[in-house]
Nanobody, 116 residues
């Protein structure tokens, strides 16, 4: 079993930055892929970014060139640096881990609110 704990959410003005962190703990820490999804009120959850153990990344079109995902395999931690934030980025951000097509594990989520 794996536990994922997010941190770093909060309130920021449009154009600002936030950095989310997600630490993994438990019995299976060799998560091949880790990433972030988000869900805004009334909307479906959408994949924001994901990263493999080797560092290959994939981003949603809506965040390309603004968000950067990275991971520290030694610390079992994945990060999401979010720059040039927009009000439409407001959502609960969830950390996930597992395979490229399916995250078996999820964190509890952290709220990101971007004011205009």
């Amino acid at each position: 079993q794996v536990q994922l704990v997010e941190s770093g959410g909060g309130l920021v003005q449009a154009g600002g930055s936030l950095r989310l962190s997600c630490a993994a703990s438990g019995s299976d820490l060799s998560l091949r892929v880790m990433g972030w999804s988000r869900q805004a009120p009334g909307k479906q959850r959408e994949l924001v970014a994901r990263i493999t153990l080797g560092g290959s990344t994939n981003y949603a079109d809506s965040v390309k060139a603004r968000f950067t995902i990275s991971r520290d395999n030694g610390k079992n931690t994945v990060y999401l640096q979010m720059n040039s934030l927009k009000p439409e980025d407001s959502a609960i951000y969830y950390c996930g881990g597992g395979s490229w097509l399916n995250f078996e594990y999820w964190g509890q989520g952290t709220q990101v609110t971007v004011s205009s």
